[in-house]
T-cell receptor, first 111, second 115 residues
Framework: DADVTQTPRNRITKTGKRIMLECSQT?????MYWYRQDPGLGLRLIYY???????NKGEISDGYSVSRQAQAKFSLSLESAIPNQTALYFC??????????FGDGTRLSIL | AQTVTQSQPEMSVQEAETVTLSCTYD???????LFWYKQPPSRQMILVIR????KQQNATENRFSVNFQKAAKSFSLKISDSQLGDAAMYFC????????????WGAGTKLIIKP
């Protein structure tokens, strides 16, 4: 089983819809991250969390919200999706100075 | 601003030969960590190699090695004996304690392996 699981793997939706992307981990890491990947731009940080009570904005948090339901679960929501939020979204986990581990990504298309 | 620059959008190499991917970064910190991640067409993000800035010795992982030049803020990746399975996007990134270990990413280099 994957250490970091993202659902769904792919999603197509319409402008204005509310979308939730989910992430769960079995690595026991305290830190969890949501990134967005656009062609030619690498990855950009949306939100990150160090524990259930700690949520922090990243570089591009506008239009997104998150919830850390448990140490192992971190979800990303788009309250009212717009086409320029079409991207590949990654969840990652980390602990201390160790490298982050990534899920397989969710490809989101907003029409 | 903290930045990572990968100046080669695309590189190609003949199978079994050696290729070097370039990365430069900009930070005023002295304690940080550098990474190379690989993203194959399957889109997984896979850690290739990691370097602690306080270590002078260059990291190696089998066919992958880095040339870390701290003063020049350069962190290149050398792939020896290139294999078809090495074809992927390669991303350079770094993290620092002062930024809560957030990863700062380059835009990536697409590596093509010619059979």
């Amino acid at each position: 089983d994957a250490d970091v699981t993202q659902t769904p793997r792919n999603r197509i939706t319409k402008t204005g819809k509310r979308i939730m992307l989910e992430c769960s981990q079995t690595k026991g890491h305290d830190r969890m991250y949501w990134y967005r990947q656009d062609p030619g731009l690498g990855l950009r940080l949306i939100y990150y969390s160090f524990d259930v009570k700690d949520i922090n904005k990243g570089e591009i948090s506008d239009g997104y919200s998150v919830s850390r339901q448990a140490q192992a679960k971190f979800s990303l929501s788009l309250e009212s999706a717009i086409p320029n939020q079409t991207a590949l979204y990654f969840c990652a986990t980390g602990s201390g100075t160790q490298p982050q581990h990534f899920g397989d990504g969710t490809r989101l298309s907003i029409l | 601003a903290q930045t990572v620059t990968q100046s080669q959008p695309e590189m190609s190499v003949q199978e079994a030969e050696t290729v070097t991917l370039s990365c430069t970064y900009d930070t005023s910190e002295s304690d940080y960590y550098l990474f190379w991640y690989k993203q194959p067409p399957s889109r997984q993000m896979i850690l290739v190699i990691r370097q602690e800035a306080y270590k002078q010795q260059n990291a190696t992982e089998n066919r992958f090695s880095v040339n870390f030049q701290k003063a020049a803020k350069s962190f290149s990746l050398k792939i020896s004996d290139s294999q078809l399975g090495d074809a992927a996007m390669y991303f350079c990134a770094y993290s620092m304690l002062d930024s809560n270990y957030q990863l700062i990413w380059g835009a990536g280099t697409k590596l093509i392996i010619k059979p």
